[in-house]
């Protein structure tokens, strides 16, 4: 089998030079060139050459790939890795490559994941066990091994279900509170609006407060990241053009959010926003409006004075108020769509330096995946899991008094590692969350809350 999807010649500037190694995660856990950028463009050439076939060996050593994107940050040749692993991914999914149980599973995860109502229904019945001692009492006995290590890591990232998990309940359009700064529209995400419902209420009050209008259709659905990212062409573009519409079908002269345009459409999550960003060519056509990361687009409007003036310390584990001589220390976690897949760094890190006595503490390995990377920690649990405790150990060691993650997936994997598997349990937040939190501190009432 040949790879005639290949962007030509993108395998050309590669020199071989190994600079990629320390950065790649699946390299870093397995060792073995062909687990790595390097060998993977190897294989790449030989493929195209035809001295290899693209059997179920050689595919194993491109699903080990996270596609974190740490490789392309690290390149000094400028080697698109990031085109070649999106070209090779659809190839991937030939059935031929994977057991009948991998596909049964991919189908299933992919069947239920980018549909907030069926998973939904899905989790229903969990809502008694999720969070519960029941919960921690099955993972004490080790039952959930007994299911295989996939559904075991299903299980292991289960959080607790709150009742916001299953409704949206914001209103169509959510006015911005004094003069009006901005317009925007906010994707809440499928996986996030379930299993971290606050992450999208923190970011309506924030942006609320901030002199920005917020339209959020209430049919919106998954944006596709789950999909593309795993090289489901097709599924992601029926997702990303059913989104497009959502947006769409509420903006507009006589539509339900206004005739005014959008500013821009915003996301929480950096994964999804990666993914939305390269809807030029994943959709049929885009947004009504630019694509932007929420940190992003409020460091470019920049933050209210109004907003700036209430913002307060937030408090230690042991209820105190953080201040100058003892500030509260917060280890920011750079998710890989967000730091080498967008090239956002200072963004996050400037909002939450705006919170009074909050100090930042950097982890060792910043760039390395934490093995999260969509669905890999279902599909390739073993090496997610030993790179989460590697991550979990590093912001352990930074000191810090808890996380700040602007990433779902990464979120629940840094939450299963940092409770008790590494030197220090930590709380796992977003920085949005952690913004609205000193917020709220200074006294103002919670604005569009959840209905």
Known sequence: MTLPGLPAGATDPCVHCGFCLPSCASYRVLGTEMDSPRGRIHALKAIEAGELPLDATVAKHFDTCLGCLACVTACPSGVRYDQLIEATRPKLNAPELRSP????????????LPYPRRLRAALSPLRLYAGTPLQGLVRRSGLTRLLGPQIEALERLLPPLAPE???????????AQGERRARVGLVLGCVQRLFDPEVNAAAVRVLSANGIEVVIPAEQGCCGAVTHHQGEEEHTRQLADALVQSFRAVVGPGRPAGPEPLDAVLVAASGCGHTMKAYDHLASRGFPAPVAD??????RLGLSEGFRQQLQALPHADGSTANAERPLPVAFHDACHMIHGQGLHSEPRDLLRAIPHLTLSEAFEAGVCCGSAGIYNLVQ???AAELGRIKAADLAGTGAALVASANIGCTMQLRRHLDGEAAAALPVLHPIQLLDRSWRAGGSAAAA???
């Open 449 to 451: 809350e959840p209905r």
């Open 101 to 112: 149980a991998a596909n049964a599973f991919r189908r299933l995860l992919f069947a239920l």
């Open 381 to 383: 649990p073993e090496e």
């Open 165 to 175: 998990a299953f409704r949206d309940g914001f209103p169509a359009v959510v006015p």
């Open 294 to 299: 929420i940190h992003e687009f409020l460091v």
